[in-house]
């Protein structure tokens, strides 16, 4: 079956530590992206990836790195600058949003996401 | 700033009934709409979409009204049913950016009550 993977399920992390979360993707999609959960609020945008080698901040990327090394991979890497890390982390796929709307799929596939909480 | 809001933060409706879930955006540049539904510790699935250039997408017992004046989006489930309970996110994106920059609300939880 086709569909995207995070791993691992549960993360705990101690202070001064760095993380990474795992995502893989067989969708054969070109994007990816992560997102931050936290209760109350809704998706926040931490970085994406339209191609291999090339990715972007979105609106939280401070305390988080990633890598596009690969077309099925985005990994995600919560590090010790990050304060507050605990949340829950979706990471998604998706087509490169084509320019003609009528023609638009524009669909972002999540993950089952991550939970990362601080030891 | 909040460019995507959804000010019930919870609904509860009776099994049978109509569910709307109302969501409001202030960036006039959004061109395409998203409702997703999620379930506890599990990522969102798509449920339906809606271009500006239509106001009204239906599918199934699913249908997403839009109103570019007041820019404002709702999605009516008819007839609820218990496995609708769920939290429900609406988004919003620019066309033609290359990666889709969802611009989520902060989600309502519907509960349905038999």
């Known amino acids: 079956d086709g569909g995207i993977t995070q791993s691992p399920k549960y993360l705990f992390r101690k202070e001064g530590q760095n993380v990474t979360l795992s995502c893989e993707q067989n969708?054969?999609?070109?994007?990816m992206y992560w997102y931050r959960q936290d209760p109350g609020q809704g998706l926040r945008l931490i970085y994406y990836?339209?191609?291999?080698?090339?990715?972007q901040k979105g609106d939280i990327a401070e305390g988080y790195s990633v890598s596009r090394e690969k077309k099925e991979s985005f990994p995600l890497t919560v590090t010790s600058a990050q304060k507050n890390p605990t949340a829950f982390y979706l990471c998604?796929?998706?087509?490169?949003?084509?320019?003609?709307?009528?023609?638009?799929?524009?669909?972002?596939?999540f993950g089952a996401g991550t939970r990362l909480s601080v030891l | 700033d909040q460019q995507v809001k959804q000010n019930s933060p919870s609904l509860s409706v009776q099994e049978g009934r109509i569910s709307i879930l109302n969501c409001d955006y202030t960036?006039?540049?959004?061109?395409?709409f998203l409702w997703y539904k999620k379930y506890p510790a599990e990522g969102p699935t798509f449920l339906i979409s809606?271009?500006?250039?239509?106001d009204k997408n239906e599918d199934g017992r699913f249908t997403v009204f839009l109103n570019k004046s007041a820019k404002h989006l709702s999605l009516h489930i008819v007839p609820s049913q218990p496995g609708d309970s769920a939290v429900y996110f609406c988004?919003?994106?620019?066309?033609?950016?290359?990666?889709?920059?969802?611009?989520f609300g902060q989600g309502t939880r519907l509960t349905i009550n038999p």
């Open positions: 998604a796929s998706s087509i490169s949003a084509p320019r003609d709307s009528k023609l638009a799929k524009n669909i972002q596939y």
């Open positions: 969708l054969n999609h070109d994007a």
């Open positions: 990836s339209q191609i291999v080698n090339d990715f």
């Open positions: 960036n006039s540049m959004f061109d395409y």
């Open positions: 809606i271009s500006s250039i239509k």
């Open positions: 988004a919003a994106m620019r066309l033609g950016q290359g990666a889709q920059k969802l611009v």
